[in-house]
């Protein structure tokens, strides 16, 4: 059986008073629902990228990354299903 997690995401700019611009990541993971909870999994992963990019001035110098993270409330075996087959 294949197993099969689609995640999408998204991004947005704004530039606020203080000259560090907001770069916001919009994503889409199941965090509710019946059958899977990997999305806190991602949520976490993403988390942990974006707090590390922040707290370096190598990478992305003069950017603040945030995240806008929705909840999908999808079955991913009934969408792996549907969409691996």
Known sequence: MVH?????FSVLETVP??????LTIGAYAP???PCWGGGFAVK???E??????????D?????QLT????DTKVCAKK????LCH
């Open 17 to 22: 008073t203080n000259g560090v611009k907001n």
């Open 44 to 46: 976490i992963a993403i």
């Open 31 to 33: 965090l509710t629902g």
């Open 79 to 82: 969408l792996s299903s549907v």
């Open 59 to 63: 990478i992305l110098p003069g950017y």
């Open 67 to 70: 995240m806008v993270l929705n």
């Open 48 to 57: 942990l990228a974006l707090s590390q990019v922040n707290s370096r001035t």
């Open 4 to 8: 099969c997690t689609y995640f999408f």
